[in-house]
T-cell receptor, first 112, second 115 residues
Framework: LAKTTQPISMDSYEGQEVNITCSHN???????ITWYQQFPSQGPRFIIQ???TKVTNEVASLFIPADRKSSTLSLPRVSLSDTAVYYCLVGDPNNAGNMLTFGGGTRLMVKP | NAGVTQTPKFRVLKTGQSMTLLCAQDMNHEYMYWYRQDPGMGLRLIHY???????AKGEVPDGYNVSRLKKQNFLLGLESAAPSQTSVYFC??????????????FGEGSRLTVL
């Protein structure tokens, strides 16, 4: 049973804000939501992690509503170099038995 | 600080051959993972380890074995390679969450082709 559901692909243009939403209806009380970015021929790279409300760092913001059944990754003013696959994961970072499974990800294409 | 290092980076096998992929991390992480990624697909968890001497099955463990004899190393073995195991293999490591961490650190991947 997939823990997360994301759109398969999205297109955007340089300079626009991109919002990618992930559904996680079965999220557990202790689960955190983490987003990763993957470029071709590379391993995924951590972008941002949150538990509730809003988290912002130097590259992205993460919005989590009160029911935590979904989350939205927001990339401000994307550039061509943001073209990548974005994965949403949910899991308990303190749970030794946490398998940390990835879903299919969202393939973002940024056009000039 | 090398992070997570995978060897070899490329390998071609014939059906039925065996091989071992090595993952080494220098961050003193407790947890280590092996994933496979087929073209155009997401990552699927093969096996993982929550500490030295421990291993556990992930989503797609069949055809693979693992060992974690040393904390810094996690080995993935293919006893009898099959064409269906042609994939890119990624190793990752992390520590239990501290505040808002629990971040996975990935290696660069090992591309395996089974003919």
């Amino acid at each position: 049973l997939a823990k997360t559901t994301q759109p398969i692909s999205m297109d955007s243009y340089e300079g626009q804000e991109v919002n990618i939403t992930c559904s996680h209806n079965n999220i557990a009380t202790n689960d955190y939501i983490t987003w990763y970015q993957q470029f071709p021929s590379q391993g995924p790279r951590f972008i941002i992690q949150g538990y509730k409300t809003k988290v912002t760092n130097e590259v992205a913001s993460l919005f989590i509503p009160a029911d935590r059944k979904s989350s939205t990754l927001s990339l401000p003013r994307v550039s061509l170099s943001d073209t990548a696959v974005y994965y949403c994961l949910v899991g308990d970072p303190n749970n030794a038995g946490n398998m940390l499974t990835f879903g299919g990800g969202t393939r973002l294409m940024v056009k000039p | 600080n090398a992070g997570v290092t995978q060897t070899p980076k490329f390998r071609v096998l014939k059906t039925g051959q065996s091989m071992t992929l090595l993952c080494a991390q220098d961050m003193n992480h407790e947890y280590m993972y092996w994933y496979r990624q087929d073209p155009g697909m997401g990552l699927r968890l093969i096996h993982y380890s929550v500490g030295e001497g421990t291993t556990a099955k992930g989503e797609v463990p069949d055809g693979y074995n693992v060992s974690r004899l040393k904390k810094q190393n996690f080995l993935l073995g293919l006893e009898s390679a099959a064409p269906s195991q042609t994939s890119v293999y990624f190793c990752a490591s992390r520590n239990p969450g501290l505040q808002n961490t629990g971040e996975l650190f990935f290696g660069e991947g090992s591309r395996l082709t089974v003919l």
